[in-house]
């Protein structure tokens, strides 16, 4: 079992910025895929950005492309999104999730094998 720790929705403005992080055990990340999704009310699971872990190359939604950044930090095991701009379309409960010994981006949910807890996010106009 991979658990993993999500931190940082919450309540803004629209065009205000929130940064999520998601924390991954050391000996899953060094060679993984990691993910953030979202799901709205009523609304199926959609990607949003990922990054492979060994490469750090970067892949976003078009939705939120050139707002949102997808980082990571190898010494704490975590990765981040930060969000800027944000739009009330942007609610919704984000989750990170990570595919372990890939290199790959994968846009699927179901390409993904562990999820965090999820964390709102919530943008008011």
């Known amino acids: 079992q991979v658990q993993l720790v999500e931190s940082g929705g919450g309540l803004v403005q629209a065009g205000g910025s929130l940064r999520l992080s998601c924390t991954a055990p050391?000996?899953?990340?060094?060679?993984?895929?990691m993910a953030w999704f979202r799901q709205a009310p009523g609304k199926e699971r959609e990607f949003v950005a990922a990054?492979?872990?060994?490469?750090?190359?970067?892949n976003y939604a078009d939705s939120v492309k050139g707002r949102f950044t997808i980082s990571r930090d190898s010494a704490k095991n975590t990765v981040y999104l930060q969000m800027n701009r944000l739009k009330p379309d942007d609610t919704a409960v984000y989750y990170c999730?990570?595919?372990?010994?890939?290199?790959?981006?994968?846009?699927?949910?179901?390409?993904?094998?562990?999820w965090g807890q999820g964390t709102q996010v919530t943008v008011s106009s």
């Open positions: 999730a990570i595919r372990l010994y890939s290199s790959g981006i994968y846009y699927r949910a179901s390409e993904y094998g562990y």
């Open positions: 990054i492979s872990w060994l490469s750090g190359s970067p």
């Open positions: 050391a000996r899953t990340i060094s060679s993984s895929t």
